[in-house]
């Protein structure tokens, strides 16, 4: 079974507006971390957002939240007031600390665009 | 200032020509990963350091290797390119291994081989 499942090969957004990019993970092991990442067209690999499998919390971080629901092993990625820079292709991964010694697990990743 | 960073960033080599790809960070930062990823893929896991100890993935292909010598550098070396080794190398880092630490992603050095 695959560990993460981006289902959104591709997305479009209007400028100014709210999106969510979807994931759904895999895992028995409780001590898990997920992470949403950007890479533009140029290659980098941009961190923009964590969630602990033990946060009580939504993580934000600027224009960027994570709608986490454990029970269904969901980590939704929200970008607020979407902005033409944030057209780009977009990974969840986990990171699994007792059954994967720690490595990180991506998903096929989703590519937004935003129309202005 | 980049804290990941990767030589070349394009690289075009021979058919079974060696190559080597190359990585520094001054995070200090104890694990470094080598990733591959084709067009439009998620990232596959190469094999990554924690320290000096070396792990590899087991469908990485003998083809690839890779070598640490101190905290700073990490080397990708492909043996023998092939046509089916043109990709995206990414290389990462991060503190330590828990679930709880980012990995820092260098620009990538995207080979072509001809």
């Known amino acids: 079974a695959q560990k993460i499942t981006q289902t959104q090969p591709g997305m479009f957004v209007q400028e100014k507006e709210a999106v969510t990019l979807d994931c759904t993970y895999d895992t028995s092991d409780p001590s898990y971390g997920l992470f949403w990442y950007k890479q533009p067209s140029s290659g980098e690999m941009i961190f923009l957002i964590y969630q602990g499998s033990y946060d009580q919390q939504n993580a934000t971080e600027g224009r960027y939240s994570l709608n986490f629901q454990k029970a269904r092993k969901s980590a939704n990625l929200v970008i607020s007031a979407s902005q033409l820079g944030d057209s780009a292709m977009y990974f969840c991964a986990m990171r699994e600390v007792n059954t994967n010694a720690g490595k990180s697990t991506f998903g096929d990743g989703t590519t937004l665009t935003v129309k202005p | 200032d980049a804290m990941v960073i990767q030589n070349p960033r394009y690289q075009v080599t021979q058919f079974g020509k060696p190559v080597t790809l190359s990585c520094s960070q001054t995070?200090?930062?104890?694990?470094m990963y080598w990733y591959q990823q084709k067009s439009s893929q998620a990232p596959k896991l190469l094999f990554h350091y924690y320290d000096k100890d070396f792990n590899n993935e087991a469908d990485t292909p003998d083809n690839f290797q890779s070598r640490r010598p101190n905290t700073s550098f990490c080397f990708l070396d492909i043996r023998s390119p092939g046509l089916g080794d043109a990709a995206m190398y990414l290389c990462a880092t991060s503190r330590e291994k828990g679930a709880n630490t980012e990995a820092f992603f260098g620009q990538g050095t995207r080979l072509t081989v001809v």
């Open positions: 995070l200090n930062h104890n694990v």
